[in-house]
């Protein structure tokens, strides 16, 4: 069992910063692929980020060049900086963990959930 909390959500206007921290519960945090996701009002929950044991990152399309994924194993964290932010980021993000290396960029592969913290921003 993993148990995740995220934290650092906020309201921030066009163009701003956040980071988004997960803190992950257990011994075995650095096996574990660790995935962000997104869901906006109205809309499915959405790929947004991961980054794989040995450090290896992938992004979804829309924030690639904007944001960063990363990972402390000795503080069982995984990280979310989000630079450059648009009104369209606006979501409630999740931190997910999972034990399969592939395939990764679905809800469907990741067991276990964070409880969610929300971006808004504002234009």
């Known amino acids: 069992q993993v148990q995740l909390v995220e934290s650092g959500g906020g309201l921030v206007q066009a163009g701003g910063s956040l980071r988004l921290s997960c803190a992950a519960s257990?011994?075995?945090?650095?096996?574990?692929?660790m995935g962000w996701f997104r869901q906006a009002p109205g809309k499915e929950r959405e790929f947004v980020a991961v980054?794989?044991?040995?450090?290896?990152?992938a992004y979804t399309d829309s924030v690639k060049g904007r944001f960063t994924i990363s990972r402390d194993n000795a503080k069982n964290t995984v990280y979310l900086q989000m630079n450059s932010l648009k009104p369209e980021d606006t979501a409630v993000y999740y931190c997910?963990?999972?034990?399969?290396?592939?395939?990764?960029?679905?809800?469907?592969?990741?067991?276990?959930w964070g409880q969610g913290t929300q971006v808004t921003v504002s234009s």
């Open positions: 257990g011994r075995t945090f650095s096996s574990y692929t």
């Open positions: 980054t794989w044991s040995g450090g290896r990152t």
């Open positions: 997910a963990a999972s034990q399969l290396i592939a395939p990764i960029y679905s809800r469907a592969a990741y067991p276990y």
